[in-house]
Structure formats: structure tokens, C-alpha cells
């Protein structure tokens, strides 16, 4: 069984403030963890992925999440916000070609 | 490349009615997953099909809910009749299959399906 959960719905930020988003995952097998993001009237778009190689992953737009066995944790990091950031993100957990489980996702506003 | 495309984008039905929405995955793509977010809750795993079976369903509501693929190409998820509670977004995702031990799911724009 696998499930991911976000600490915070609602995350603010100041442009140009560091952005951490925070993701904690349970899985009774090796996981594989994504960061989604959903911009306003658009699809969900994959931000990054750990697929069991390297622990700090980059991806898109400046982001990168570091994978933490021990504290079981996926959390989303980019050091200056900017305004086209704002968007809902999601954490999900997939064991591979199963399915994909997602938390509930974070609602990031970027203050000018 | 086209990517995952679904159809309609948005659609609103009265309670007791019934609506089908269709998923066109990507070309060449095996696998197909349906997922739904309701309101204010988290996206929720519905289906995958493998070409044109049922791998797993085990995230399927109940028996209004009726998907299929024929021929292994696009999907289509009916939902009979609809009730206020089936409002929400439908996703749908494919992805390859292939020797590595996991191949990214593509997700599509979603339908907004609002039951009234």
C-alpha cells in the first residue's frame, strides 16, 4: 500500500523568497516519487521525478526535491519564487507500472 | 509529438443522465490509467488498461461506471446514471511499456464533468 502526505494545503510565498513544499510518503515497496503541477485551467504537468538514481533530482523551472529514505520525505524545494510559479503541485507515489497516488496537493501563492 | 488529448473538456449533466467521456492516449502507448479528483480531495486512481484489458479496476466507484478500450487505442468512461457526487475532474494518463521497471505516466488536460 502506498499513500503521500502534503503538509499544507496553502503555502504563500514573496517573490523571490525560497519555496518549500513538503511531501511525506509511505510505501511498502521501493517507491518512485513525482512532483505534479497543475497551472490554472491546464493539465497536470510532471515537475521531477526519483526513479531510485540520484537522491537530489532536478527538474523543471528551477525545482528539485531531495529523496530522504529515513525521514521518508520528498520535499520540494526552488530557491527564488517568482510569479508564474503559482499553481497547484502534487506529491504522488507509484510502485513502478502500477498506479499512481497522489496527495491532496498545495495551493502555492506568490506575493509581488 | 501529440500528447494525451480528452474529450469533452468540460461537460454538465442533470442527475440521472448519462455521459461518456473519451480519452485518445498517446500513440503507441499500452498502458491507460483513469483518475478522478472530486472537489477539494486528491486525485484518485479509477482504472489502468493494458492494451484492451483490465489490469486494475479496484479504484472504480461502483457499477454506474463503465470503462472499456476496444482495439487497444482510446478509452471511453461511461457513467450511468450520473449522480450529483460524480462531479469533478477526469484524468486520463498513458504510458510504454518496455524493460525498464517504470515508464512515465502523461497526463491529459482533464474533463470537468459537473453533475446538477
Known amino acids: 500500500a502506498q499513500s503521500v502526505t502534503q503538509l499544507g494545503s496553502h503555502v504563500s510565498v514573496s517573490e523571490g523568497a525560497l519555496v518549500l513544499l513538503r511531501c511525506n510518503y509511505s510505501?511498502?515497496?521501493?517507491?518512485?516519487l513525482f512532483w505534479y503541477v497543475q497551472y490554472p485551467n491546464q493539465g497536470l504537468q510532471l515537475l521531477l521525478k526519483y526513479t531510485s538514481a540520484a537522491t537530489l533530482v532536478k527538474g523543471i523551472n528551477g525545482f528539485e526535491a531531495e529523496f530522504k529514505k529515513s525521514e521518508t520525505s520528498f520535499h520540494l524545494t526552488k530557491p527564488s519564487a517568482h510569479m508564474s510559479d503559482a499553481a497547484e503541485y502534487f506529491c504522488a507515489v507509484s510502485g513502478g507500472y502500477q498506479k499512481v497516488t497522489f496527495g491532496i496537493g498545495t495551493k502555492l501563492q506568490v506575493i509581488p | 509529438e501529440a500528447g494525451v488529448t480528452q474529450f469533452p473538456s468540460h461537460s454538465v449533466i442533470e442527475k440521472g443522465q448519462t455521459v461518456t467521456l473519451r480519452c485518445d492516449p498517446i500513440?503507441?502507448?499500452?498502458?491507460l490509467y483513469w483518475y478522478r479528483r472530486v472537489m477539494g480531495k486528491e486525485i484518485k486512481f479509477l482504472l489502468h488498461?493494458?492494451?484492451?484489458?483490465?489490469?486494475?479496476e479496484s479504484g472504480m466507484p461502483n457499477n454506474r461506471f463503465l470503462a472499456e478500450r476496444t482495439g487497444g487505442t482510446y478509452s471511453t468512461l461511461k457513467v450511468q446514471p450520473a449522480e450529483l457526487e460524480d462531479s469533478g475532474v477526469y484524468f486520463c494518463a498513458s504510458s510504454q511499456t518496455s524493460g525498464a521497471s517504470y515508464n512515465e505516466q502523461f497526463f491529459g488536460p482533464g474533463t470537468r464533468l459537473t453533475v446538477l
Open positions: 510505501s511498502s515497496v521501493p517507491p518512485y
Open positions: 488498461f493494458v492494451k484492451e484489458s483490465k489490469q486494475d
Open positions: 500513440s503507441g502507448h499500452d498502458n
